[in-house]
């Protein structure tokens, strides 16, 4: 059956013949699936989780095939850490993640060999990539020493890189970089922003020389419309309110918010308060909504007066899904997501040593 014939079965039915093909399937696929996904995917996944939960899911799995309702970086993530026989599907393979575009392969060996005519970039420099990024990037991080993080380890990871040299280079997001120097007390003038479309960065060769992190200019198209201002308007229409963010807000969101954290940390955060509270969270809307629905004791509020949804996350739906999982029981490859077996190696290195950090 093509997607247009899917498209034109009536909703049960098409949900109905998920639940059938999971079944036949059982023993042979997992389905994960990220926080940000709509109700009627998430409802079918084996497990659901942040993109560390889910990377370290893909590691521990010998399942023969895994369907990864999310976005390309994580299904890549996903290739890379499960063995060469175990398969990886993404539903709709044009589900990416426009931060992710925001730093490729070329603009950051450029950026090194930049770096390199100013200091010695491999003795002086871990290049720290966060998971939001191509294979390629965490290949790089893999030859020159560097690492992989994720919104609920970028602390661990930045201590352990500045262990190692004196100077991290950040990409793609320059917010989670920020965010957790500043949570762990890194001073404004030690940090310097790397604007890839100019030379140098945008940067003197003086201040290279003094930054502690250069952060990629780079930044979540969904986050980003989260400004500080709606902190201020909910904190005056509800007292006594909770402001929760993800740490790709900006700065000025997360210094006013009451908890910053991972999209599984939020979860967490809302299912631990043994009190109704009131509660405005910055990040994706799907998730929010979820959120609402599993606790009417709370009220809770989108922070944004905009809509702000992932638009790659929602690509994924239960037409493609389904497409995905009937493709295994036909013996077909569907939408399988494979990295090339040169830049797997090398990307392996970085997210281990992240594994390895725990
Ligand atoms: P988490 O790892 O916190 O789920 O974040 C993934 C992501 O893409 C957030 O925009
Ligand atoms: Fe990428 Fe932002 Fe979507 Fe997360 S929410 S997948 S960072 S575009």
Sequence with gaps: MTLDDLYEQPEDLLLQGITRLKTELADQVLILGHHYQREEVICFADITGDSLKLAQQAAATDAPHIVFCGVHFMAETADILTSDSQKVMLPDPAAGCSMADMANDVQVSRCWQELNTVLVADAMVTPVTYINSTAALKAFCGEHGGIVCTSSNAERIMRWAWGERDKILFFPDQHLGENTAVSMGIADDAMIV???????????????????????????????????????????????????????????????????????????????????????????????????????????????PMVCMCSTMFRTDPQHLFASLQAIADGQQGNRIIVPSAQKEQAKISLQRMLDLG
Excluded at 212 to 235: D, E, N, P, Y
Excluded at 242 to 257: F, G, K, M, N, Q
């Design 194 to 304: 790397w604007d890839p479309a100019l030379p140098l960065g945008g940067n003197t060769e003086e201040a290279i020389h003094h930054a502690k992190l250069i952060l990629w200019k780079g930044f979540c198209s969904v986050h980003q419309m989260f400004q500080a201002s709606h902190a201020v308007t909910m904190r005056q229409q509800h007292s006594g309110i909770h402001i929760l963010a993800h740490p790709e807000c900006s700065r000025a969101v997360c210094e006013t918010a009451d908890f910053v954290g991972s999209t599984e940390a939020i979860i967490n955060h809302v299912h631990a308060a043994s009190e109704p509270q009131h509660f405005a969270i910055a990040t994706e809307l799907n998730l929010v909504n979820r959120l609402r629905i599993m606790h009417p004791e709370h009220a809770i509020y989108f922070l944004s």
